[in-house]
């Protein structure tokens, strides 16, 4: 069975500080590693990874894959309240449907003025 | 991009009844949709896997009885809760896959 565990649960920083959430995932056959925001609705896509050591980046988020290590971070730099939000990390494998998920609990972010 | 709608957003129904939940894909056409449930700060549970034209696959202890899903189009999948009960009472988000998933916004169920 597909697992994803996500560290840590919850955080909570100033304005400005930088953060690292972790995933790492045991799953049949990867295909890919996803990273979501979710605020108060459906989760947002933020990148998908299929590749060790190649970063992907968007403004003041970036993400990174290893796939040795089985495991994947999202970066945040001078976080924002607006960044105040769940993240979900999810894999996908080649059991099963080919777009099936398998998500983690989530890091809960909160960014305080 | 691609635009995934549920409807209703929110729905308050009384212990024992039925309610269904739509789920479509406004700009592109999916042959496969997932309806998941989210419980409060919990993560998304897959409950099944819905492809167009076939029988729902459900997920390990969620009952196909009892969470009933239909996928008659190409842009249409509905979940129908029967004989809702408080303990179904939780978030309902369905999505849609071309090349990726696309969520819908949630359906919030609350059963009294």
Known sequence: EDKVVQSPLSLVVHEGDTVTLNCSYEVTNFRSLLWYKQEKKAPTFLFMLT?????????????????????????????????????????????????KLTFGKGTLLTVNP | GAVVSQHPSWVICKS????????????????????????????LM???????????????????????????SLTLSTLTVTS???????????????????FGPGTRLTVL
């Not at chain 2, 409950?47 to 996928?71: C, P, R, W």
């Open chain 1, 51 to 99: 590749s060790s050591g190649i970063e992907k980046k968007s403004g003041r988020l970036s993400s990174i894959l290893d796939k040795k290590e089985l495991f994947s971070i999202l970066n945040i730099t001078a976080t924002q309240t607006g960044d105040s939000a769940v993240y979900l990390c999810a894999v996908r494998g080649s059991g099963g449907s080919n777009y």
């Open chain 2, 16 to 43: 024992g009844t039925s309610v269904k939940i739509e789920c479509r894909s406004l700009d592109f056409q999916a042959t496969t949709m997932f309806w998941y449930r989210q419980f409060p700060k919990q993560s």
């Open chain 2, 46 to 72: 897959l409950m099944a896997t819905s492809n167009e034209g076939s029988k729902a696959t459900y997920e390990q202890g969620v009952e196909k009885d009892k969470f009933l899903i239909n996928h008659a």
């Open chain 2, 84 to 102: 809702a009960h408080p303990e179904d009472s939780s978030f309902y988000i369905c999505s849609a896959a071309d090349t990726e998933q696309f």
